[in-house]
């Protein structure tokens, strides 16, 4: 089994050759499953992580349905209210015996399979991608894989309709494209695939920076909730220069009745590192670019982009905590 997956690099616009093949971005973790030729499963994340305690009915299917010396490469997903809920996967983590047994059976997994690595323990990796997929389909034909493997759907990138579907299907949690070149052999750890993430633009409120209100490093958002209290929704990627000297002066102090006084922000996800942060008066809103992957509350889960303040607008006005990338009316 590869040490790592092949990776994908980011696009800011989804333009490669017109001869290379366009899939969904699922919003899930990657994972490789394999059964070997002596019956033995593998559930691996894609940092080499064991998934088979917290997934056993991933593991089941491999051992059920696979045939040995079979290596998928894919990406793990809950569907959960009729869209990806990836918070769900992070709950399952770490669970074992009859915990995780019992997760499986509330919060089912699946897996949606993209590659195939080795058939017959016979490596497939050398081979170019558009022979792989041609093997991996048929892994799928009548009486082949079934729930919960699902095949990812396929499409030249000059079949724009179909892309245009899938963008569309953002508000279910799919993030964006994957790019591939037809002839690109699969390899490991390499960056050589491309993705699009869909992004919207929407407005959130100003609740705190990192660094200073005189040199703002960052933004820390947050909406209003049906209660009038401000929830924190996300953070932006640094500041450019340009628009962190324009909002500087736009900046006020919080009072001392700011609900995030006295919270902890987490430095990202999956890690106990904490930001070091200053509250401001939550009177100002911002205007961000934000990809579809959001958690179940609706809270961004990847940094957003800062498009420019919008002091022409009242907290009031910007979407409510849990709208997720919903713009403002009007």
Known sequence: MPAEPMLASPLARPVVPLSWVAEPKWDGFRVLVARRSDGRVLVRSRHGTDLAPAFPEIAAAAAEQLRPGVLLDGELVIWEGGRLAFERLGQRMGRRGQSAARLAEQIPAHVVVFDVLYVDDVSTQTRPYAERRSVLEGLFVPDGLRPPWTLCPAASVTDLSTLRTWMSWSVV?????????????????????????????????????????????????GRLDDRGRLRFVGRTVPLPATAARDLTPLLHPARSDHLWRGREFSAGWGTRETLEVALVDPDLVAEVSADVSLDAAGRWRHPVRFLRARPDMAPADVPPFGAGNEPASG
């Open 173 to 221: 949690g799919v993030e964006g494209l994957v790019l591939k070149d037809p002839l690109q052999r699969y390899r490991p750890g390499v960056r050589g695939w491309r993705k699009y993430r869909v992004r919207d633009t929407t407005e959130a409120v100003v609740g705190a920076v990192t660094g200073s209100l005189a040199r703002p490093g960052s933004v820390l958002l």
